[in-house]
């Protein structure tokens, strides 16, 4: 039904939170002194899917100030502004990488949101780290691939296409 707002359950928002953070650990295992920060992110990311935009942006902006050093905040933030504020992305998404330069997600993702505006030369650095710090991971050989293959370097970006299809063989993402 277009319009209805759900809420989401206190077990919903706990497990919305460890996932966010990346928090490999079942919700009865939150320690005394994450509950709060797991929480918080939950219950953003619960309003966030629940399209309750302006809320979210509030509850993540205040997040974000409260636990600066936390890279998982800076990126699931970041994420979520994707679509509204692709600079205000990018600017937390340099955030997580300040905190943590070898978060894979935060590489990937800067790393198509410049071949999404067509700047393939920004996306390469970050594409190449990306397969530094995870090289066998089919998704940074494929965005390396794009942004090499976008960028004009033709030959090197089809080997790195063609690792990403080995890696993932029944991937859309590496056929397309």
Do not use: W
């Amino acid at each position: 039904m277009v319009g209805r707002r759900t809420q989401c359950s206190p077990s919903v928002v706990e497990a919305s939170g460890l996932a966010a953070l990346r928090r490999p650990i079942l919700p009865s295992e939150i320690p005394i002194e994450e509950r709060d920060l797991i929480l918080r992110t939950g219950r953003a990311v619960c309003l966030a899917a629940d399209r309750r935009g302006p809320e979210a942006q509030k509850d993540f902006e205040r997040l974000a100030a409260d636990y600066p050093k936390e890279a998982n905040v800076h990126y699931t933030f970041g994420s979520f502004l994707l679509s509204t504020d692709p600079d205000a992305a990018v600017a937390e998404f340099k955030k997580t990488l300040e905190l943590d330069a070898k978060h894979l997600p935060t590489l990937v993702s800067i790393c198509f949101e410049y071949l999404k505006r067509g700047e393939p030369q920004n996306a390469i650095p970050y594409a190449r780290k990306a397969v530094e710090y995870g090289p066998k991971l089919f998704v940074t050989h494929a965005s390396l691939g794009r942004a090499l293959v976008e960028g004009g370097q033709v030959d090197e970006g089809i080997k790195e296409l063609e690792m990403a299809v080995e890696m993932a063989p029944d991937s859309p993402q590496t056929r397309i």
